[in-house]
């Protein structure tokens, strides 16, 4: 099976000049709700008649609401931003034992949400039948109906080929090997299916959520595995077949014993990840470290085999991180997962590893720091995957000749 960029894909007609700039438009206005139209002639470098017609066509359909300022003296501003119930998104954050679930609007604001425990060895259809069945829960608690839904975004414990959201031999999900997960949605709902690595989602939520100035974001999600999710310009960036970041199989030297998952040996992940530290305390005769979790939980509590172990996958994952600074030279790396709030352990020991190696000029603003949106990232990533698709040339184009939008709710949304 190919895993390169899908050929129907390219076949695509180009967008026209217009839905560039209404998907232009429509970015700016969902990045920076109550801007004006004159914010938008200088984003866009169009005439103020162009950028109004289009705008003027936006609020026809209900898509964009425009509230009226107070008259300073003369003709009073427009404040523009999204009509919010102009449709829903469904998002699903899938982990190996448990699913986050979400019902947003379309500014990716949670309506309803659920999470629930799972195998993700029971399958595509098992899982994906039992997400189904929480989505139109969901969707009845938000006061919503499978018509309102616009887009979906999910995120999957392994390696995916985006263009077609499909699952690619992942080392943790038996079963789903070639599955296209957006076929199993596409006679459900009249709406567009978007797949990504959840690692990926985790770094689009956890950017979105952040200040415009941080363009270039790292996430490293260090649990069970480790994974690293690169934002390039604000963009995700996945390289030519998804597989970009995939940091937890690069060799630590020294570590040539260790065998990994992947089969190799000496990989980061077979000698700093959650379960690697794990076995190496129960090695040790503390028999409690099962999990990521656990060790986390021993090293906060002050066990002093746990800390150490914690401490050394600083070191190594540091030493891998240096070098990833040093080619790509961030704004910020993202420390998720389940020792992200271990500052003083695990987190100062990436950083004097990174600030020790890499030349000063790359590390003069960097910032390591724990996420912010902590478990939330990538279920907000997961929204995020479907807003940019409804604000895509391709995605603007549907939302302005669809005919679900119903002008009579915009009153009411608040």
């Given amino acids: 099976m190919s895993i390169g960029r899908d050929v129907s894909e390219r076949k695509q007609p180009l967008p026209s000049n217009s839905d560039r700039l209404s998907s232009l438009l429509l970015e700016a206005i969902a990045r920076t709700p109550g801007c004006t139209r004159s914010f938008l002639v200088d984003v866009s470098g169009q005439s103020r008649g162009t950028v109004s017609q289009r705008l003027d066509g936006m609020i026809d359909v209900g898509l964009v609401l425009e509230e009226i300022g107070t008259s300073t003296g003369g003709r009073p501003a427009g404040h523009l931003r999204l009509n919010n119930a102009a449709g829903v998104l469904l998002a699903a954050d899938l982990g190996a034992t448990h699913c986050s679930v979400a019902v947003t609007d379309l500014a990716a604001s949670v309506l309803a949400a659920r999470t629930y425990d799972l195998c993700i060895a029971d399958g595509p259809h098992t899982i994906l039948s039992g997400m189904d069945e929480v989505f139109r829960e969901l969707l009845v608690e938000a006061g919503k109906s499978p018509s309102d839904v616009r887009a979906i975004g999910i995120g999957v414990p392994g390696p995916v080929e985006h263009s077609t959201g499909t699952v690619v031999r992942p080392p943790i999900m038996p079963g789903w090997d070639g599955y296209p997960v957006p076929a199993f949605f596409a006679q459900r709902y009249s709406a567009k299916t978007l797949v990504d690595n959840d690692v990926n989602l985790a770094a689009l939520g956890?950017?979105?959520?952040?200040?415009?100035?941080?363009?270039?974001?790292?996430?490293?999600?260090?649990?069970?595995?480790?994974?690293?999710?690169?934002?390039?310009?604000?963009?995700?960036?996945?390289?030519?077949?998804?597989?970009?970041?995939?940091?937890?199989?690069?060799?630590?030297?020294?570590?040539?014993?260790?065998?990994?998952?992947?089969?190799?040996?000496?990989?980061?992940?077979?000698?700093?990840?959650?379960?690697?530290?794990?076995?190496?305390?129960?090695?040790?005769?503390?028999?409690?470290?099962?999990?990521?979790?656990?060790?986390?939980?021993?090293?906060?509590?002050?066990?002093?085999?746990?800390?150490?172990?914690?401490?050394?996958?600083?070191?190594?994952?540091?030493?891998?991180?240096?070098?990833?600074?040093?080619?790509?030279?961030?704004?910020?790396?993202?420390?998720?997962?389940?020792?992200?709030?271990?500052?003083?352990?695990?987190?100062?020991?990436?950083?004097?590893?990174?600030?020790?190696r890499v030349l000063p000029l790359a590390t003069r603003t960097l910032r390591v720091e724990s996420s912010r949106q902590h478990e939330r990232a990538g279920i907000l990533g997961a929204a995020v995957l479907a807003l940019q698709f409804i604000l895509s040339p391709q995605g603007a184009e549907s939302l302005l000749k669809r005919p679900g939008i119903d002008s009579t709710r915009i009153g009411s949304e608040s």
């Fill in 206 to 356: 956890e950017y979105w959520a952040r200040a415009e100035g941080d363009s270039h974001v790292l996430f490293v999600k260090i649990s069970t595995g480790i994974g690293c999710g690169i934002v390039s310009n604000g963009k995700l960036h996945r390289g030519e077949q998804g597989a970009a970041g995939d940091i937890g199989h690069i060799q630590v030297p020294g570590s040539e014993e260790a065998i990994c998952s992947c089969g190799n040996t000496g990989c980061l992940e077979a000698v700093a990840g959650g379960d690697a530290l794990a076995r190496n305390l129960r090695e040790l005769g503390v028999t409690e470290a099962l999990t990521a979790r656990d060790v986390r939980r021993l090293a906060a509590d002050g066990n002093v085999y746990a800390r150490r172990e914690v401490r050394e996958a600083s070191t190594r994952i540091g030493k891998v991180l240096a070098a990833v600074v040093s080619f790509y030279n961030p704004t910020a790396i993202v420390i998720g997962g389940p020792f992200a709030d271990l500052n003083d352990a695990f987190l100062a020991g990436i950083r004097s590893e990174i600030y020790q």
